[in-house]
């Protein structure tokens, strides 16, 4: 199918944020779409996203100088292009752009064209995107890490860790791993209603509650496991994702609630402490994206009982992927398209992190659309695990939706690990 039309426009992410989507139609008559997310606690090695910068429109974070880009000179340079040639095009798009980080022609710019072509290669080839992308060879559906309290710059700092997840271990399919997060999600939502904690949803759905240490959030989900019937440490982990770069001053790691500053070592001693008290099996950015000693360090230390992942540290990128598995740095990869540009190279960072006997995790954007790449892309690549967010709002209902829809369209080929994943890394 090859491209006869690109038209790209301003929509608005679940923060009510402009963005980007883009529509490629093709012959004949079919279209592709793509829906860029946004992150607000955002690596500095991450492509860069293209915004306006205009105090007049939007705040400053209009899109359109993106949108001139796709429907000028992006859409001029593959028009006549096969969608199926997904790597031919996404390679066009990164020499097109030039630069190191996607900040010519912006990488929200280049996804929203990556993701199109996707979709409409799919739909070209008559199978499902994550048959397509996957070649076939796709039947793993993913263990869900979920957020249960979010913290962090994703809910103005009540407390200091951005995600506290809860990971179903012992679930026999996909759907159950679902039925117990409700139940554990709408338990912790009853308790904190009774305890006068509750203050609303995070950017990412999970609850916003009155705490007033972050220890405390680790005291209370192991109690609404418990209260819904679950025995923590058994049934479920803990999960957290600290967005360290975020308490990081270059110096010390600090916390508000309560005032308290670390050093490295102090911190590293920090979140070892709590992974012995707290049935901890993940921890995502524990340390800052320049702390390279410190992530060596704390992997030594918890890296075989421990999922440790890093997300700012790697930002999707291959090249600095190498580096932490020259130094061992973690064991484990968080993996958002918008922050290397294109699903070609999104790709080859999941396969990277795979073929070195690491694990991926998918994952989505505070900032998110009802596009649901994600879900087709962790079954796609058999990646094995996908962070979404919580068990709330439209934008992150419609990637746990449509991993029911993809697992009942495998049928006796779709596949679950559950907690079974961890065994490919931890010696526990």
């Not at 209009?62 to 000179?73: D, K, P, R, W």
């Not at 679950?230 to 957290?240: P, T």
């Not at 540290?313 to 992927?321: D, E, G, S, V």
């Not at 918008?338 to 694990?359: D, F, P, R, S, Y």
Request: glycine residues 10%; negative net charge.
């Amino acid at each position: 199918m090859k491209i006869r039309s690109v038209d790209a426009y301003q929509i608005f992410d679940s923060r009510g944020t402009p963005t980007v989507e883009c529509v490629i139609t093709g012959e004949p008559g079919l279209t592709g779409v793509g829906r860029v997310p946004s992150g607000a606690s955002t690596g500095q090695y991450e492509a860069l996203e293209l915004r306006d910068d205009d105090p007049l429109r939007f705040g400053g974070q209009s899109v359109s100088t993106a949108i001139g880009h796709i429907n000028g000179e992006i859409a001029a340079a593959i028009m006549g292009n096969d969608v199926r040639n997904q790597e031919a095009i996404d390679l066009r798009l990164i020499e097109l752009d030039g630069s190191q980080n996607k900040s010519r022609l912006g990488a929200n710019a280049l996804l929203a064209v990556s993701l199109a072509v996707a979709d409409a290669a799919g739909k070209a080839s008559g199978r499902a995107l994550y048959e397509h992308l996957g070649k076939g060879q796709g039947s793993l559906l993913p263990l869900p890490e979920i957020q249960i309290i979010g913290g962090g710059a994703h809910a103005h700092w009540r407390v200091d860790i951005q995600d506290f997840l809860l990971v179903v271990m012992n679930a026999a399919s996909y759907e159950e791993s679902l039925k117990v997060t409700y139940d554990i999600y709408r338990k912790a939502g009853d308790l904190l209603m009774q305890q006068g904690r509750a203050a609303g949803v995070a950017d990412e759905g999970g609850y916003w509650p009155l705490f007033e240490t972050n220890h405390a959030v680790l005291d209370f989900l192991v109690d609404a496991i418990g209260a819904a019937g679950y025995a923590a440490g058994r049934d479920c982990m803990i999960s957290l994702d600290f967005a360290a770069s975020d308490l990081y001053d270059g110096e010390y790691y600090k916390f508000r609630s309560p005032d308290r500053r670390f050093t490295r070592d102090e911190f590293i001693d920090l979140v070892v402490d709590w992974c012995h008290r707290y049935p901890i099996i993940s921890v995502e950015d524990p340390l800052a994206d320049s702390d390279w000693t410190g992530w060596t360090r704390l992997s030594d230390r918890l890296g075989d009982r421990v999922q440790i992942v890093g997300d700012d540290l790697f930002t999707t990128n291959p090249q600095r992927i190498r580096k932490g598995l020259e130094i061992n740095a973690a064991n484990a990869v968080l993996i958002k398209p918008n922050q290397i540009g294109t699903v070609t190279e999104t790709i080859a960072a999941i396969e990277l992190t795979k073929q070195h006997g690491w694990l991926p995790i998918v994952s989505a954007r505070s900032g998110e659309t009802e596009d649901t790449f994600i879900a087709h892309l962790a079954v796609a690549t058999n990646a094995g695990q996908i962070k979404v967010g919580s068990f709330a709002r439209g934008e992150r209902m419609a990637k746990w939706n449509e991993l029911i829809r993809i697992g009942r369209a495998l049928g006796n080929r779709a596949q679950f690990e559950g907690g079974r994943i961890y065994e490919r890394i931890l010696r526990r």
